[in-house]
């Protein structure tokens, strides 16, 4: 076995991926990957090691390798291992590998190496039209999968091999530990944040199939309580901020800016109060703003078609007293001044969060553009939390309030 051949095919492949197939090159840069004979071809161990036959591998073409890369790093980025539960495991593998591969075949041609053995959704003998099929979740596909065929070729591959062998990639070391994945409710937070990245990467080339959108939602929204996503996602972009100031010269050399630390980031909150948001959207808002007082300060910046302020508090007593008796609004909805005071107000690296249902009259227009692309290019982390309607801005990390 020629390991060092393996491994510069390996990094082709993924230089490759960049382009082909963003998604999954993202969900994979996060994997462990190992070449081992445990497995007869390619498989995902229950630590959610990527294991691959060397001799499967030399024998596929290029497009096979890269096909069967991404088949394992979605076993991996959709949890399809943790979510088996009480089924049949190899019912189970066959339903995700059927889902899984309709799925890429939208993000990259399956070549004819893979097509032999590949399962798809056709070939599992269901009676429902393949367009119907294409919607269904793997666990609505699970319940009405019939006994399997008998001329269905099939080789389990999660929960196969033992993640020992020669290492092709290390993986995210806050997701892998001595080998194997870690346990708990970081590593799920975790491979959930990189399928929203790997989504918001492959958005960025245009080119967003209906079948990968499913999946990420199902994952994303339909089981993840939206706070758990936003706070994950306010908890990577905290951090300490090194910024440059002439308020305290630099000792050696006085002519120069000296520096100043800040050792906590603080997070704006970009409240809708207009017309359209009901008590219920208003009451989650707030509430969030209250928890997030618990850890760092918060700035909120309340508007409907004008911008009122800001309102800053320090802890969680002070949201109480100053932003909850401060509200006002019940306009129209116009963001453009609330994102121009945040602009002026926020030091670099703060983090920024919209609460809205979106119906913005002027979130196209040019100006109001200009200025979320600055304020995202501001802020250590931009995130858009939407109770309606679903929008794509370039910087923003969006995020759907699921109902409670």
Known sequence: MDIDKIRADYDKLKSALVAAAPFVNSVLSRARVVISTSVPTAGLTEHGVIVINPEFWVK??????????GHEAMHGAFRDLRRLGKRDQRAWNIVCDAVNNEMQKDLMKMPGDIEGFAVTLEGLGLEIDLKELQKMSKEEVYRILPELPASL??????GAGDGEGDVLQEGDPQIYGDGREREGESTEERWKDAVARGFDVQKSVGRVPASLKRLVDKLLRAK??????????????????????????SRKHPDFPGIQRYALQ???NLIDTSGSIGEAELTQELSEVYVQAGDRPVSVVLWDAESY??????????VLNRVLTGVKGGGGTVIAPALRTTLERMQYRDNVVVLSDFDIYDLEEPETRRLLSSVAAKSGVAVLVSSRREVDVQGWRFIKVTPD
């Open 224 to 249: 993840v309580d939206w706070t758990s996503v936003l706070r994950q996602a306010l908890r990577n972009g905290h951090g300490r901020v090194v910024v440059s100031s002439y308020k305290r010269p």
């Open 309 to 318: 302020g800001v309102i800053e508090a320090k802890n969680r007593n002070e």
């Open 266 to 268: 603080r997070t704006w």
């Open 60 to 69: 596929l073409s290029w497009g096979g390798k890269a096909f069967v890369l």
């Open 153 to 158: 070729s099939f080789s389990e591959d999660i």
